[in-house]
């Protein structure tokens, strides 16, 4: 969904909202002027309000607390870490919520990974206003909402869910921690604080793990480590 088709839908006059009764929305995304856009147009459908926006994961964890909205719609690469350990925070803090992952990412890991977690709804950020509308609106009622292309291919990966090889047990002891803090959203100056460590070292220990785990992202490697077990410890 671009900026260039959300300012399309924003022409017509407002409608005015149902007040209290309205759908209450948290918007998660650090990229601003894509944020504020679709703010604007989430505020004109008459049952979606308010719609409050968090550009930072320390926002977004303080406006959960606060407010419990009825759905969050969170771009998956938000946060230093990666969605997948906030997507686990609002199902603790406010498990009536329901998560729509907005997101570039198609790996079929990361998506049941986003699933176990606690998400509800997964859209390509190409996706129509429209159709966003129409998930959320699902999400709302309980639905689940997965593009068509993804669904058969998610499906096996959930309903298999039987034991087998842990890719994890390929990893030493000292990138089983780097990888811990990857989960918790650290960045590498944090990792290497944390541990005690030299970034450099940070960086060395990154790359072995995406290398032994067979991924290509930082964000690939912590969904992998939620699907199979591995949690957040940071609150």
């Known amino acids: 969904m671009g900026v260039d088709d959300l300012s399309a839908d924003l022409s017509g006059t407002r409608r005015s909202g149902p007040g209290s009764d309205g759908v209450s929305m948290l918007l998660a995304d650090d990229h601003a002027l894509f944020a504020e856009a679709l703010q604007l147009r989430l505020s004109r459908e008459p049952d979606l309000r308010p719609v409050a926006v968090a550009y930072t994961v320390a926002q977004a964890r303080a406006r959960l607390v606060r407010d419990r909205p009825d759905v969050v719609v969170l771009d998956m690469a938000f946060g230093d870490g990666g969605?997948?350990?906030?997507?686990?925070?609002?199902?603790?803090?406010?498990?009536?919520?329901?998560?729509?992952?907005?997101?570039?990412?198609?790996?079929?890991?990361?998506?049941?990974?986003?699933?176990?977690?606690?998400?509800?709804?997964?859209?390509?950020?190409?996706?129509?206003?429209?159709?966003?509308?129409?998930?959320?609106?699902?999400?709302?009622?309980?639905?689940?909402?997965?593009?068509?292309?993804?669904?058969?291919?998610?499906?096996?990966?959930?309903?298999?869910?039987?034991?087998?090889?842990?890719?994890?047990?390929?990893?030493?002891?000292?990138?089983?921690?780097?990888?811990?803090?990857?989960?918790?959203?650290?960045?590498?100056?944090?990792?290497?604080?944390?541990?005690?460590?030299?970034?450099?070292?940070?960086?060395?220990?990154?790359?072995?793990?995406?290398?032994?785990l067979g991924v290509h992202s930082t964000l690939e490697s912590v969904a992998l480590a939620l699907r199979h077990g591995v949690r957040g410890t940071r609150r």
């Open 83 to 212: 969605a997948l350990p906030l997507v686990e925070h609002v199902r603790e803090v406010s498990p009536r919520s329901g998560v729509v992952l907005l997101t570039e990412v198609t790996a079929v890991d990361a998506v049941v990974a986003a699933l176990r977690c606690g998400a509800r709804g997964w859209l390509p950020k190409t996706v129509g206003s429209a159709e966003l509308v129409r998930a959320i609106r699902g999400v709302h009622r309980g639905e689940a909402w997965l593009p068509p292309e993804l669904l058969g291919r998610v499906l096996p990966e959930l309903l298999g869910g039987g034991p087998g090889t842990d890719p994890l047990a390929v990893l030493t002891a000292r990138e089983r921690e780097v990888l811990q803090c990857m989960v918790d959203g650290l960045d590498r100056p944090r990792i290497a604080r944390q541990l005690r460590v030299s970034t450099n070292t940070v960086r060395s220990h990154t790359q072995n793990i995406l290398a032994k």
